[in-house]
């Protein structure tokens, strides 16, 4: 097995239950170095086991390490595919017979699991684990790691509200999610933020201040905006890092223009907090831990079956499978009108546009 693209809690629990599985099965396991990279010159691996895989449950990160970058780059951008060169394939196909390997098992998310589609294609028996923070792979209702990073943002605003109510600042608290808002919609909901942007809803500064000038009239002096880094600015412009090359680019910034935009146009005091990668870090939920275990074991279930080039997925309250090729093909955006939209308006949270001023259940 192998963990490939950004790490995130979760990732070693999805390793122990598949190790315990498939030794349980009659299976020996092995654990390919820094993701697809260890499958070629220089192959990297290691052994798994239930002695070296017990305590790695809580653990985050990934004791097989990961990779985003490199040979095995599958997308470039969006929804844009990258054909990797055949004789790469070949040279991990060779790997994988001459290591007598029964199923490769592939840990990641949209662009990893394009990689192993890929695979698929080239013949190689291969089956997905759907991992990734942005929760933005349509095939399942929740990855595992995403849960984390919605409590560590959680957390965060919980933090920043006590700040911001004692100093009456307006906080704005830039969150992770590439090109879809779940985290910041999930934790803006379940940390009390006020104003919450995401990439699915069109917004402006104008209906942004006047959210703010509305709770300052009824006595709240203070104001937490949360925003996904994906959110496109009213002019329909990104804020972009840098590029990351490959045809990717580094989102991040988004934050910091709207803190100065809404400072210069109210005059209040406005700060902004980037989240980053502490979201991607430290133990896994609960919630996260079950799901991880679960998909996982199902993972050996389906190399045990012979049913390669499928995905697990979580569809509650069934852990089932869908072709890795159906997972990949778009991403899961936020639905404008879903139910939780909808409640996070019905109880005043306002998205930065004209529907603010109407309850989603009025009339």
């Not at 006595?219 to 880094?229: K, M, Q, S, Y």
């Amino acid at each position: 097995m192998l963990t490939s693209g950004g790490d995130c809690p979760g990732l070693n629990a999805v390793i122990r239950a598949a190790v315990k599985t498939a030794e349980r099965l009659g299976y020996e396991c092995i654990g390919f170095l820094r993701g697809f990279e260890g499958l070629v010159d220089p192959v990297s691996t290691m052994p798994l086991n239930a002695r070296n895989t017990a305590d790695i449950l809580a653990e985050g990160g990934t004791i097989l390490g990961s990779s985003n970058r490199g040979r095995f780059a599958a997308k470039a951008g969006t929804d844009q595919r990258v054909a990797v060169a055949p004789a790469l394939l070949d040279e991990a196909a060779a790997t994988l017979r001459d290591l007598s390997v029964t199923g490769l098992i592939v840990i990641g998310g949209d662009g990893s699991l394009t990689m192993a589609q890929e695979f698929f294609e080239h013949g190689l028996p291969v089956v997905g684990v759907p991992k990734t923070i942005d929760n933005d792979l349509r095939a399942t209702a929740f990855t595992f790691g995403f849960d984390s990073a919605v409590a560590t943002a959680t957390d965060a605003l919980d933090k920043l509200r006590t700040t911001a109510a004692s100093h009456e600042r307006i906080m704005v608290l830039e969150v992770m999610g590439r090109n879809t808002g779940w985290i910041a919609l999930h934790a803006g909901i379940a940390g009390g933020g006020d104003v919450i942007l995401i990439p699915e809803i069109a917004w402006t500064f104008d209906d942004v201040c006047r959210k703010v000038l509305e709770r300052e009239a009824i006595g709240r002096r203070f104001t937490l905006i949360v925003v996904a880094e994906g959110a496109t600015l009213p002019s329909g412009d990104l804020v972009i890092a840098q590029n990351a090359g490959q045809g990717q680019v580094k989102l991040g910034g988004i934050g910091q223009v709207i803190a100065d935009e809404v400072s210069r146009r109210l005059d209040r005091e406005t700060r902004a907090v980037v989240l980053g990668h502490l979201q991607r870090g430290g133990d896994p939920t609960t919630f996260d831990r079950v799901l991880a275990t679960e998909l996982g074991a199902h993972a050996v279930k389906l190399v045990h079956r012979g049913e390669f080039g499928r995905m697990v997925c979580f569809r509650p309250p069934e852990i089932g499978s869908v072709p890795i090729a159906e997972a990949v093909k778009s991403i899961s955006c936020v639905d404008p009108q879903g139910s939780a939209v909808q409640a996070a308006r019905a109880i005043g949270i306002g998205f930065g546009d004209a529907a603010d001023q109407v309850s989603p259940f009025a009339g």
